[in-house]
């Protein structure tokens, strides 16, 4: 499976995004998806994740209430809105499918087998 991700930008504080992952070569049926982001001198960190199966969805404390995660599992697209951001949300952002990951890995990277390139999410005004 490959995974392009899109949508970043430069946005003002308060601001929103959507940002897009395209997954192609595979199905995202069945798989856990989940967004990760990464700041400069910072670790990759779980964002927003949505499991195998089920609609629940989890979050970061830091992004629950502004962030959505969603997926298209016919058209194969993954999707992360993001609103009232503030610099502190200023990474790259990674999306990645897991096709045998469980519930309780969904906010550990190693989780995850496919990634996407990453797009850039830069908060400033």
């Known amino acids: 499976v490959q995974l392009q991700a899109s949508g970043g930008g430069l946005v003002q504080p308060g601001g929103s995004v959507r940002l897009s992952c395209a997954a192609s070569?595979?199905?995202?049926?069945?798989?856990?998806m989940g967004w990760f982001r990464q700041a400069p001198g910072k670790e990759r960190e779980f964002v927003a994740g949505?499991?195998?199966?089920?609609?629940?969805?989890y979050y970061a404390d830091a992004v629950k209430g502004r962030f959505t995660i969603s997926r298209d599992n016919v058209n194969n697209m993954g999707y992360l809105q993001m609103n009232s951001l503030t610099p502190e949300d200023t990474a790259v952002y990674y999306c990645?499918?897991?096709?045998?990951?469980?519930?309780?890995?969904?906010?550990?990277?190693?989780?995850?087998?496919?990634w996407g390139q990453g797009t850039q999410v830069t908060v400033s005004s």
């Open positions: 949505s499991p195998r199966t089920g609609s629940a969805t």
């Open positions: 070569g595979g199905t995202l049926r069945g798989s856990a």
């Open positions: 990645a499918v897991g096709p045998r990951a469980i519930t309780s890995s969904l906010t550990t990277p190693a989780a995850y087998y496919y």
